[in-house]
């Protein structure tokens, strides 16, 4: 080998690269706020439509990044939106149905023996998830997530859709003729359908939602979170359930996926999730009968049921499968009472850099600072007055600089929810650490030696009785606290 | 995971046989003219097949030997084929390493053994000259037919003289 030609190697393999998917095959499912997480660092239009994603999509689902992902979450989503559905007769007329769109597998001349395994895992879910709906053991939702994260069975599924997306496509070549290289639909299905390493392109995802997912009732679309301009993400293909005479189906189940370049997940509406779990409850007369006589003022209605049940700690996951996964981004969505105790602390370092030098700006942005703090310290008789008099503060000082007033009004509320009192020394555990979901906080400012308020500053410069002030009176009050 | 890999590796082989064992059947009951394969271990994770050369080509009536090894994730991923029989050829190099592109990117999990060992015969007679792995046969191919079948005939050796 040549040196030039090494190079050429090495250049192969570096553009050839790709990072190892990590993470579950399919994962649980989880609150959508946890994509804005991750994208709060990123370019601002990530930060807007990500932000505004969990507003419309309460929850989304990870799929794991192998070259398998569009097919697995079409999959998978079907599979659940059978489950939506709660009707274990609909499993049985499924599986008839695909039994006979294998008519349309031999035809294209793939050989019997080697596509029926990877039906047969197909059919074999749809009869596991119909008997525990039959059942009413509740195990629905995990024997799916179970399966499709077993790698043989999720790969064998995907193959059987993936065969059924390239038959479909070969059978009806006119409708993808035009949109195939020289209209050739064999040849593209060669190479970008039935390749076992090919992800879901557009003429996949068309083929199987005509194949799988239409004839089944259900719809699907396609999220698209890119850079392109804009404050939400983009619908970047639709297809809608329609009856007989092609008329869209009302309130038919939605399979939705979230595209990034390169990459699908599982997207959820709020609606769309808890009706999975009363399934099996609104079957099971006995147990309402027995709720009805039980609580006089509750409705015992199938939805009340359930929402009950996600109340209860626990019931919500029964599997607990997903624990792994959680990690952080879970946290962010499931605890929420922890952000207003990190909040003032880890944005401080951020905040407070660019102020340092200007000790003087400092000084006059510190009073209103310190003076909607103190209220919380107030005698109530002061309280109300204090609050409604901030503007006396700024005739005396010069006006605070622009980035501040805008920064003074998150700390407030942040501050008053509860008695927590932040001081200097509490800074440790979040210093460095760069959260930026609100990302300007002063209220603890008053409690920094970078404060000239503050008796270790340099520039130490008391705080002022003001002659036409009630101020007095808690300043002074105050300031014992902070030092 | 609720999955060790442990559970999900044995799971993965018992699939494979499974597979194996069905494309054995089916090569025994419905026998391809000009390849023939069986396994060659007991696990059958490793087959030995031949083809003959394709009629009317530098290739015909030459017997081939060749070599597959199956991963624990077939039909996922492809077979590792290799010609045991050295082979003069644009698209094999002299190890037998084949360059085919439904052995590399273009694996579909619905091709088999017996689609396998034909697409090889084809690529016998009608080799894929623009990116060869061994460039002087890419060349000779279509400039001087004669030298190329000399070179076919020195470089072949009939499966009894492999010691394999």
């Known amino acids: 080998m040549t040196t030039e030609e090494e190079l050429a190697h090495l250049q192969k393999l570096s553009s050839e690269y790709e990072p190892e998917a990590t993470g579950p095959l399919v994962g649980e499912r989880q609150s959508s706020a946890a994509i804005t997480t991750q994208y709060a660092n990123a370019d601002p239009i990530y930060r807007v439509k990500t932000a505004a994603l969990p507003a419309k999509y309460a929850y989304f689902r990870t799929c794991r990044g192998d070259g398998h992902c569009g097919w697995r979450a079409i999959a998978f989503t079907y599979f659940e939106a059978l489950l939506r559905v709660g009707d274990a007769s609909k499993f049985g007329q499924e599986e008839a149905r695909l039994m006979s769109l294998g008519n349309l597998l031999d035809h294209i001349g793939y050989s019997h023996d080697i596509w029926i395994d990877f039906a047969e895992s197909a059919f074999e879910l749809l009869r596991k998830l119909q008997l525990s709906i039959e059942h009413m053991d509740g195990a629905a939702e995990t024997i799916l997530l179970d399966t499709f994260n077993d790698e043989g069975e999720s790969m064998s599924i995907i193959t059987y859709v993936k065969l059924l997306a390239s038959a479909w496509v070969q059978t009806h070549a006119d409708d993808f003729r035009h949109f195939v290289p020289m209209g050739d639909v064999k040849a593209y299905c060669g190479n970008n359908i039935e390749p076992t390493q090919c992800e879901a392109d557009n003429i996949g995802i068309a083929a199987l939602t005509e194949a799988l ?91 009340n049921v359930a929402d009950v049940m996600t109340m209860i700690p626990g019931m919500y ?72 008099q901030p503007p006396i503060t700024l005739p005396i000082h010069p006006p605070p600089p622009p980035p501040v007033s805008i920064d003074r009004t998150a700390p407030l509320t942040v501050e008053r929810g509860g008695p927590f009192r932040p001081s200097m020394y509490e800074l440790e555990p979040g210093f460095g650490s760069v959260m930026q979901v609100q990302p300007f906080q002063t209220s603890i400012f008053r409690n920094s030696h970078y404060n000239t308020a503050h008796f270790l500053n340099p520039d130490f410069q008391p705080e002022e009785w003001s002659p036409d002030g009630e101020y007095s009176g808690h300043k002074g009050r105050h300031k014992s606290h902070s030092s | 995971m609720a999955l060790s890999s442990n559970v999900r590796g044995n799971n993965a082989n018992a699939t494979v046989a499974q597979r194996l064992q069905k494309e054995l059947m089916d090569l025994m009951l419905h026998p391809t003219p000009g390849v023939s394969a069986f396994p060659s271990d007991e696990n059958m994770s490793t087959w030995t097949a031949t083809i003959e050369g394709p009629d009317n080509t530098p290739y015909s009536d030459l017997t081939f030997k060749l070599t597959f090894d199956f991963p624990a994730n077939y039909p996922y991923a492809p077979p590792v084929v290799l010609f045991k029989t050295p082979v003069y050829h644009p698209n094999v190099d002299f190890s037998g390493r084949i360059c085919l592109d439904i052995l590399k990117d273009k694996w579909s999990a619905v091709y088999n053994i017996g689609t ?37 005939l020195a470089r072949h050796k009939a499966p009894e003289e492999l010691d394999g």
Not at chain 1, 251 to 264: I, Q, S
Not at chain 1, 360 to 377: A, C, K, R, T
């Open chain 1, 317 to 388: 996951n029964p599997s607990g499968f997903g624990q792994r996964w959680a990690s952080l981004s879970y946290d962010f969505s499931a605890s929420p009472a922890s952000q207003p105790q990190a909040a003032p602390v880890q944005p401080y370092p951020t905040a407070l850099t660019p102020v340092t030098p200007a000790s003087n700006s400092s000084l006059d942005f510190i009073i209103p600072s310190h003076s909607s703090h103190g209220s919380q310290y107030n005698t109530p008789a002061h309280h109300d007055l204090h609050l409604d």
């Open chain 1, 213 to 303: 997912v239409k004839p089944a009732g259900f719809g699907l679309e396609v999220w698209y979170l890119d850079r392109s301009p804009g404050e939400e993400i983009n619908r970047s293909f639709y297809s809608e359930s329609t009856d007989h005479h092609q008329m869209p189906i009302q309130n038919a189940p939605m399979l939705r996926l979230l595209y990034r370049p390169g990459h699908y997940d599982i997207l959820y509406k709020a609606g769309d999730v808890p009706q999975p779990q009363q399934q099996p409850l609104s079957a099971q007369p006995p147990l309402q009968v027995h709720l009805a006589s039980s609580f006089d003022d509750f409705t015992p209605t199938a939805s």
């Open chain 2, 116 to 152: 396998v060992l034909l697409s090889l015969q084809s690529l016998l007679g009608e080799p894929n000259n623009s990116s060869p792995l061994n460039g002087q046969a890419a060349e000779l191919w279509d400039k001087d037919p004669a030298e190329y079948k000399r070179l076919v």
